[in-house]
């Protein structure tokens, strides 16, 4: 429609101006949630990697955790993977090698001063309250039995530890087939119990497999 050199929208040009501004501003809505969306889920990301890094260096983000932050803010969340934090840990971290290298060398040298203590106390502990050391074990089987009627019954016999070997070699390592050292444990066990002897003055025959008639009263 023109008049006076004025040219008129139409009612369709306006209808199709509307639609179309209206659509731009869906548009415009859309990509703003999308960029919140995602502007969102960047924070969230770089707060887990920040947290993964405090847990993996406790004591650095203890001692420097406001520098380790202020540093990290100068570059945008989307950058903060765990490589960049870790980069950013390694930085603040080299900014005190001295301090940190004298704080180690301190307590090592605390705790060789600690030691060199308990060892000056033990040293100086009388005999009697020092831990008594433990006897070597006896090499002869028959040392080795601690219940005294027993002990006075095999003496009586004339047991010897070449007896005992045979004996253990004959039984209970051919057959069951344990160690010396087993055998003997066995042997020892079964001798201070009682299995093997009777009244505590002889020794039961079918133990060492030979007939033995106990003396008539």
Same mark, same amino acid.
């Given at each position: 429609?023109?008049?006076?050199?004025?040219?008129?929208?139409?009612?369709?040009?306006?209808?199709?101006?509307? %639609?179309?501004?209206?659509?731009? #501003?869906?548009?415009?809505?859309?990509?703003?949630?999308?960029?919140?969306?995602?502007?969102?889920? +960047?924070? #969230?990301?770089? +707060?887990?990697?920040?947290?993964?890094?405090?847990? &993996?260096?406790?004591?650095?983000?203890?001692?420097?955790?406001?520098? @380790?932050?202020?540093? %990290?803010?100068?570059?945008?969340?989307?950058?903060?993977?765990?490589? $960049? @934090?870790?980069?950013?840990?390694?930085?603040?971290?080299?900014?005190?090698?001295?301090?940190?290298?004298?704080?180690?060398?301190?307590?090592?040298?605390?705790?060789?001063?600690?030691?060199?203590?308990?060892?000056?106390?033990?040293?100086?502990?009388?005999?009697?309250?020092?831990?008594?050391?433990?006897?070597?074990?006896?090499?002869?089987?028959?040392?080795?039995?601690?219940?005294?009627?027993?002990?006075?019954?095999?003496?009586?016999?004339?047991?010897?530890?070449?007896?005992?070997?045979?004996?253990?070699?004959?039984?209970?390592?051919?057959?069951?087939?344990?160690? &010396?050292?087993?055998?003997?444990? &066995?042997?020892?066990?079964?001798?201070?119990?009682?299995?093997? @002897?009777?009244? $505590? &003055?002889?020794?039961?025959?079918?133990?060492?497999?030979?007939?033995? #008639?106990?003396?008539?009263?």
């Amino acid at each position: 429609m023109k008049g006076q050199g004025v040219t008129v929208p139409s009612a369709t040009d306006r209808t199709t101006s509307a %639609l179309l501004e209206q659509r731009t #501003n869906e548009f415009t809505h859309q990509m703003r949630q999308q960029q919140d969306w995602m502007s969102q889920q +960047a924070a #969230n990301l770089a +707060a887990t990697n920040l947290r993964l890094a405090q847990m &993996k260096s406790p004591d650095v983000f203890q001692k420097y955790g406001p520098e @380790i932050d202020a540093t %990290l803010r100068q570059f945008d969340p989307s950058t903060w993977t765990p490589q $960049g @934090i870790d980069t950013v840990v390694d930085m603040v971290r080299g900014r005190h090698y001295q301090e940190l290298a004298q704080e180690h060398a301190e307590r090592i040298a605390a705790q060789r001063a600690e030691q060199e203590r308990n060892s000056l106390a033990v040293a100086a502990m009388p005999r009697s309250m020092a831990a008594p050391s433990a006897p070597p074990p006896s090499s002869n089987v028959l040392d080795r039995v601690t219940t005294p009627v027993y002990k006075a019954a095999l003496d009586r016999l004339q047991l010897t530890q070449k007896t005992v070997d045979e004996f253990l070699a004959a039984t209970y390592m051919k057959h069951d087939g344990l160690t &010396k050292e087993q055998a003997e444990e &066995k042997w020892v066990a079964q001798v201070n119990r009682g299995d093997v @002897i009777t009244d $505590g &003055k002889e020794m039961i025959s079918p133990v060492f497999g030979y007939d033995h #008639n106990p003396p008539r009263r």
